[in-house]
């Protein structure tokens, strides 16, 4: 599955992050800070 946002939230997501933008950053294997600028892009698998 793939997630695109626009806004700077806490991304949690039920499943394992497999890929994400740059400006994402990395918390946990299911967690990210998203940009506050530009979009974030998650893939994960559920």
């Given amino acids: 599955m793939m997630l695109v946002i626009n806004e700077p939230y806490d991304i949690i997501v039920d499943g394992t992050i497999k890929y994400y ?4 950053t990395y918390v946990d294997d299911n967690k990210l800070q998203g940009a ?11």
């Fill in 21 to 24: 933008s740059e400006n994402a």
């Fill in 36 to 46: 506050a600028e530009g979009m974030t892009i998650v893939v994960f698998k559920p």
